[in-house]
């Protein structure tokens, strides 16, 4: 649950936390068969994510870690590795990214909605 800079991603740690994103980017939770019980807290560039109907997103990967703050990944491989998400499959990874996140009227951050992944 913890990226490369060794800080904390899991959900449960960062639901309260005020967490700064790009414009153009969510917050979505990737779920590691490593760590079944925990999501983990990811910054995405939302046109890589597919719409409500599973279509329409680009191919490829832009994401940023929440965590250490380090920006840039073009590639899924290399951004799993820093966050320490160990796949078990290789094509189609970025079905490891499960659900969107959601900040209640409260502030809390929590499970939204299933990404739906077509394919």
């Not at 760590?35 to 191919?59: M, Q, S, T, W, Y």
């Not at 899924?76 to 990214?97: G, Y």
Request: aromatic letters at 10%.
């Amino acid at each position: 649950g913890f990226c490369q800079a060794g800080k904390d991603l899991r959900l449960v740690s960062l639901c309260t936390e005020q967490i700064d994103i790009p414009a153009g980017f969510l917050l979505v939770g990737a779920k590691s068969p490593n760590l079944p019980e925990h999501i983990l807290v990811c910054a995405v560039d939302k046109r890589f994510l597919p719409d409500d109907h599973g279509k329409n997103a680009l191919l490829g990967f832009s994401g940023n870690c929440i965590g250490c703050g380090e920006r840039g990944f073009r590639y899924f491989t290399e951004f799993s590795n820093h966050i320490n998400l160990k796949l078990t499959t290789q094509p189609k990874k970025q079905k490891h990214l499960k659900y969107y996140l959601v900040r209640s009227s409260q502030g809390v951050l929590s499970k939204g909605p299933l990404i739906c992944w077509k394919g």
